[in-house]
């Protein structure tokens, strides 16, 4: 992440479809390049570089603001709304941030984020065209 105010570094479960088509649509508006949208679901996320551990992270979607400071969940996704552009954005992070409405969203993103992980997976996409094969440890290469 840079130290230009008003950027973002978002943590989010790319194995999570409904949290990867947000990302995939912040990033197509994020025209400004504000956003810096990090994937915790690959295996090659070093959680322990931030302070943190992999568990922290999957809980809740983090971003990091320019000042190092980590915003979790609600507060999270108010962070994003406010640097997004569009009217619509700034507006829902101001609404999202009114203390009953605040307090509702928190526990319906808490029972989200509990239960994601039963929801379908994202679909597997590979950079390359072709994806590793995981093979169980316990299977004989047959060759």
């Not at 990302?23 to 070093?46: A, E, N, P």
């Not at 640097?83 to 969203?105: D, E, K, N, R, W």
């Amino acid at each position: 992440m840079t130290d230009e105010k008003g950027r973002l570094e978002v943590f989010y479960d790319g194995d999570c479809r409904i949290c990867r088509r947000e990302m995939d649509h912040y990033r197509r508006i994020d025209v400004k390049g504000d956003l810096q949208l990090t994937d915790i679901s690959v295996d090659d996320f070093d959680a322990g570089v931030y302070g943190k551990s992999r568990d922290d992270f999957m809980a809740r979607l983090h971003v990091r603001d320019a000042d190092g400071v980590f915003h979790t969940g609600v507060d999270a996704f108010a962070r994003i709304w406010e640097i997004i552009p569009g009217p619509g954005f700034s507006l829902l992070a101001a609404v999202v941030q009114l203390p009953g409405i605040h307090a509702l969203a928190g526990v319906v993103y808490r029972l989200f984020a509990r239960y994601r992980g039963y929801l379908p997976k994202a679909a597997v996409k590979c950079a390359d065209d072709s994806c590793r094969l995981h093979r169980s440890s316990s299977k004989k290469d047959l060759s």
